[in-house]
Nanobody, 123 residues
């Protein structure tokens, strides 16, 4: 029900913008999160935005480089990634959380997931 896209290959220091859209579900009632999973590693939290966009949370590893935003009218959530590093290489997933506010970084509590988009950062 969620589709993440915008991944690709980029050199270190470059930028990418990921998008997450839903075709059959309104995202406006959900907090939205981005997670990532690098090869051989567990999935980790990246960023989260509350249903109204007033609460925004980042993992320390991306703070100051990534920006999460949403456009409820377009039913889309974005992750702007700047100053990319090779360690940002991963499959990035968007997810919807029924708990629409607050800081929730546990992937197990997110109800709906996109299929993932691969981001590869070359050194």
């Amino acid at each position: 029900q969620l589709q993440a896209f915008g991944g690709g290959l980029v050199q270190a220091g470059g930028s990418l913008r990921l998008s997450c859209a839903a075709s059959t579900r309104s995202l406006s009632n959900y907090a939205m999160g981005w997670f990532r999973q690098a090869p051989g590693k567990e999935q980790e939290f990246v960023a989260r935005i509350s249903w109204r966009g007033t609460g925004i949370y980042y993992a320390d590893s991306v703070k100051g480089r990534f920006t999460i935003s949403r456009d409820n009218a377009e039913n889309t959530v974005y992750l702007q990634m700047n100053s990319l590093k090779p360690e940002d290489t991963a499959v990035y997933y968007c997810a919807a959380d029924n708990m629409a506010w607050g800081d929730n970084r546990a992937n197990s509590s997110y109800a709906y997931w996109g299929q993932g988009t691969l981001v590869t950062v070359s050194s």
